[in-house]
Nanobody, 122 residues
Framework: VQLQASGGGLVQTGDSLKLSCVVS????????IAWFRQAPGKEREFVAA????????YYGDPGKGRFTISRDNAKSTVYLQMNSLRPEDTAVYYC????????????????WGRGTLVTVSS
């Protein structure tokens, strides 16, 4: 399984950004794709996740109400639309693949992409 995240960049407070994660090798069934992020000096935290066969995304606290996760099964791609960005959203964003018992469980994801840097200036 390979994951390639892209779409990061430098934006200003209040701007929007859309991240993409192209997945190859496992894109069906109960497999889930999640977005995590890690800011400098902080632990990696859960942002959002979705299963390939579910229409029920799950969000962590960082992006509730501002971020939207979606998927395009035909393109094997999962997106993270981020609106109303804040300086505290600055982090490296990673996408990960796994069969989590609970979508927010970081230890249940066994394949990770290399991450894409999002920087939000004030």
């Amino acid at each position: 399984v390979q994951l390639q995240a892209s779409g990061g960049g430098l934006v200003q407070t209040g701007d929007s950004l859309k991240l993409s994660c192209v997945v190859s090798g496992r894109t069906a069934g109960d497999d889930a794709i999640a977005w995590f992020r890690q800011a400098p000096g902080k632990e990696r935290e859960f942002v959002a996740a979705i299963r390939w066969t579910s229409n029920s995304p799950y969000y962590g606290d960082p992006g509730k109400g501002r971020f939207t996760i979606s998927r395009d099964n035909a393109k094997s791609t999962v997106y993270l639309q981020m609106n109303s960005l804040r300086p505290e959203d600055t982090a490296v964003y990673y996408c990960a693949s796994g069969f989590p018992s609970r979508l927010q469980h970081i230890s249940d994801y066994d394949y990770w992409g290399r991450g894409t840097l999002v920087t939000v200036s004030s």
